[in-house]
């Protein structure tokens, strides 16, 4: 009997609900919203949240080299190739109670359903909570492990510094050589499949229930400093000085103008601006940003990348300033594939219902996941389209919806192999 031939099978919505609400309040302040950077005692206290969650449904469980937390349903045939289903469980400092967190969620229901149902698979299914996702570390971290697409260059100049990444790796009870034992072979998997919240407005403004992933935005981080000469505030003339905050905010408009002209479609931030010493009466010697940019394309992302650091080197000339420009990570931007987007909308079609195929401007795990294999993503909608921000929303309905979707995409995976 097809597996998707009588009416879909759906998850247990008691027991999501339940565990959506527990899940949301680690790590959750009423004064900043979810804290839940990787590393962090939340973080950990959510992981193992997880783990015991999938114990208590029978499911054998795994923390690879990357610290990537796994619950495993096994199939009957010890040959059967892996379908990975999740996300991560990190969050950005003071962000929201679903980035991420619904996907993994959804990847344990989903096993949980399968079990239930007393289904034997033709492959294993693996619900997947993948490390530093947003990137306190390095970002993608424990997917680039698992693809096998560590660098040791990224490791060389991880964001958070080498110090904090070798004593949170300890904390975790890995190294950094664990971190490569974490890659695994790419025939042993069946694909993956992420469900997420858009964080955008775009489902909620057209009234559709699920959006179907075509691509996920590369992206790249540059910590950019501007060093000039921090003197007397008040005795030293306006000629007379080599102010590297004024670089700062020169660069920040001038990014946003850039953009805006001449790349439509892309997007870049200037996230965080530092000035040192910092003082009413001193003038700034250093000038510390961290910014990022986003495209659809290779191409285009690395003019913006050539871009943004040819403006800033002009600042640094104009300002009469030294500027040293550092990167910080290059995602490549990854199409979906196209066997695991026509399984998401039969699988949305048989539950009635509405979708429609968007691109993520959001960086995701099943980004770098589609280098090594088929890789899909489901979006249900955000209210207000308010992501990275304690606001962040989405209603249980959606949220059980999108849910009810991967379970489904899963059968009919599981049902073409
Ligand atoms: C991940 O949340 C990102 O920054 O897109
Ligand atoms: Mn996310
Ligand atoms: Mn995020």
Redesign the pocket.
Known sequence: MPLTAHAPLTIDEERFAADLSAMSAIGWTNESGMQRTTFSDAHAEVRTWFLDRARAAGLRTRVDGAGNHSAILEAADPRARTLLLGSHLDS?PSGGRF??ALGVLCGLEVLRSVRDAGLDLPMSLEAIDFTD???AVL?TLGSWALAGELTSDALASPRCGRDVLLSGLERMGTSEEGLLTAARDPAGLAGFLELHIE?GPVLERAGVAIGIVTGI?G?VSFDIVFRGAARHAGTTPMDARRDAGLAAAALMLEVRETVTRDFAGCVATVGDVHLEPGAYNVIPGVADLKI?A?AQHDDELDRLSAAITELARAQARRWDLDVHIESTGRWSPEPTDPRMRAAIAASASRLGLTVMEMP?????DAQVMAKVTASGMAFVPSHHGI??HPDEYSSLEDCINGSNVLLGATLALAEEL
């Open positions: 950005v980035d991420g996702e947003e990137g970002g964080q935005c992206s990022e986003r993520s401007g959001a960086g995701h992501s990275h």
